[in-house]
């Protein structure tokens, strides 16, 4: 695979924007399913006492609504370079998720 040492950085040297975001978010995303509540559940022991948590390249903040569900009073902070993930990851109503 001659082609995979050049792949990753072709792919991701700039943030998802426009359609690529909206593409992953609305089409791809979703064949993940519970996945990031597995994730949380996964992660409870080592996070458990945890007040704050940091996600890096938090895409559309699924990880970060899920975080807050499974740990209420979290405080979750969703570092995205992509404006397009980060308006996403901006729902009203999370008010614990900070981008």
Same mark, same amino acid.
């Given at each position: ?12 040297? &700039?943030?998802?924007?426009? @359609? ?8 791809? @995303? ?7 509540? @597995? %994730?949380? !559940?996964?992660?409870?022991?080592? %996070? ?9 390249? *938090? ?5 970060? @609504? ?21 308006? *996403?990851? !901006?729902?009203?109503?999370? &008010?614990?998720?900070?981008?």
């Amino acid at each position: 695979m001659r082609w995979a040492s050049w792949l990753d950085p072709w792919l991701y040297r &700039r943030p998802f924007t426009g @359609r690529s975001a909206h593409r992953y978010a609305e089409l791809e @995303r979703p064949g993940f399913g519970d996945l990031d509540e @597995r %994730l949380c !559940r996964a992660w409870e022991a080592d %996070l458990a006492g945890a007040r704050r948590i940091v996600d890096l390249g *938090a895409g559309p903040g699924t990880v970060g @609504r899920s975080l807050c569900r499974q740990f209420p009073g979290m405080q979750v902070i969703e570092i995205e370079p992509s404006p397009d993930y980060a308006a *996403a990851a !901006r729902e009203p109503g999370d &008010r614990t998720v900070r981008v």
